[in-house]
């Protein structure tokens, strides 16, 4: 509760079940608290420990729903004493002071030994405070009226968050990181899985048994596919991990510890470095192996493809989880995205076959533009220049087949769309975190 942006704490009874040490320790981070961002702490308590009671700098008296003192801590005791009672040494400060308001206890701190004692109600303690310089002093600041133009300069709380901008979003970028570490096992797991798949296909298309020809070029464009479509499958953790991570982020957000955008920048930021590292699991062992051009060039542009297509992924997960919220809905919308973009991404149903008025769904799919900037990267390479019998190229023969004859500078339009579709998923991210209320 102390993270949030409240400058004025009330606490009733906070050392109820716990010993004095923990209860000393705790209102020690309060009073550091109170001293260091100049907030108002109100604590009660019974019976506090001698060292509990030291940290205090005022004090509150009450007995008969009365304030009998109401000042700094170190005047408590002259006020006493000028009452006729003296807190011995062997007496902590607390106890004597509950204890001198009993009627039962009161007479053994009577310190005018000359003067008969005579018990001393609540009332006649209120008086006396009253009448008292610490009393005196606090009636004169409540009788002052307040000046309602320096009400801005005087409230409590001055933004709603208790931090910059700036360090709220270093402490949701040290969260997210933590959390990252606990569950490194899983992003490890799935790197390690990709690259063992990674080999697997590679030994399926193998470059030694296909050749630069009609009938092998299905075969690498299956394969291209293939690689977009796994990748794709690979973000589906993220789905499970987002939902999880949903209980406690609303918490949070309702207690104003951040902002939604402070906690969905760091998600995707964070999670570039995987979604690279996967993508390079992946095209390192099976570029190769499969035996596309041999063009470090060409290998540059698949990895850049492969791991635009992952980071979509990733954040299209994301923002499925934040509206939806519980993960049977949430599979349901993220299977059902997911298979959108597979019909429309030009590899099931080529663009030319779709009806008229579907062929807009082409160009909505992110899967779209990884085909296009794959198989650009691909079949527009010199070895596939072979001129066939059409008078066209083979590899555009190829593009022409699959509706994916595009002309090579359609591989940096592909690049910005799916820049686009990752924006654009995380912007919908953050709105979603912050329009939607826990269930």
Not at 27 to 36: G, K, N, T
Not at 130 to 154: C, F, I, R, T, V
Not at 364 to 372: C, D, H, K, R, V
Not at 417 to 437: D, E, P, Q, R, S
Request: charged residues 15%; glycine residues 6%.
């Amino acid at each position: 509760m102390i993270v949030g942006p409240s400058k004025a704490l009330f606490m009733d009874e906070i050392s109820t079940g716990l010993d004095s040490s923990t209860t000393f320790q705790i209102v020690s981070c309060l009073q550091q608290l109170a001293h260091i961002s100049e907030s108002t702490i109100l604590v009660s308590l019974l019976q506090p420990a001698p060292e509990t009671y030291q940290l205090f700098d005022d004090i509150i008296l009450m007995a008969e729903g009365q304030i009998v003192y109401h000042g700094p801590k170190s005047c408590i005791m002259s006020f006493f004493e000028s009452c006729g009672f003296k807190c011995p040494g062997r007496k902590g400060d607390a106890d004597f002071l509950q204890e001198v308001l009993s009627k039962k206890d009161q007479r053994q701190y009577w310190s005018r030994t000359e003067e008969g004692y005579n018990f001393v109600t609540v009332d006649q303690f209120c008086d006396k405070f009253k009448a008292s310089q610490s009393g005196q002093n606090l009636a004169g600041e409540l009788s002052k009226p307040y000046d309602e133009s320096k009400g801005h300069k005087n409230a409590l709380s001055f933004s709603i968050y208790s931090l910059s901008k700036w360090d709220l979003v270093k402490a949701c970028f040290a969260r997210e990181l933590l959390l990252m570490k606990r569950n490194a096992f899983i992003y490890i797991t799935k790197a390690i899985q990709l690259g063992l798949i990674a080999a697997i296909t590679g030994t399926v298309f193998l470059r030694t048994h296909m050749g630069v020809d009609r009938i092998h070029a299905n075969y690498y464009m299956s394969s291209l596919f293939y690689a977009l479509l796994l990748l794709m499958v690979n973000g589906f953790p993220e789905l499970a991990m987002a939902i999880n991570r949903l209980p406690v982020f609303y918490k949070q957000r309702d207690y104003y510890f951040y902002p939604a955008w402070a906690y969905a920048i760091p998600s995707f930021i964070l999670k570039i470095p995987v979604s690279l590292v996967e993508s390079v699991a992946w095209t390192s062992i099976s570029y190769y192996l499969i035996g596309y051009t041999p063009e470090a060039s060409r290998f540059f542009s698949q990895l850049l493809i492969l791991f635009l297509i992952h980071t979509v992924t990733l954040s299209k997960f994301r923002c499925v989880a934040s509206y939806c919220q519980t993960m049977v809905v949430a599979s349901i919308c993220g299977t059902l995205t997911f298979l959108v973009m597979l019909l429309f991404g030009g590899f099931i149903i080529p663009r030319a076959l779709l009806p008229n008025w579907l062929k807009w769904g082409f160009w909505l799919s992110p899967l779209s533009y990884g085909e296009i900037g794959l198989t650009g990267n691909e079949f527009l390479a010199p070895r596939w220049l072979e001129i066939t019998l059409s008078g066209a190229t083979l590899g555009k023969r190829i593009l022409m087949d699959q509706a994916l004859d595009f002309s090579s500078y359609f591989y940096w339009i592909s690049v910005g769309a799916l820049i686009g579709f990752t924006l654009l998923f995380n912007v919908g991210f953050a709105i979603g975190l912050t329009i939607k209320n826990s269930k």
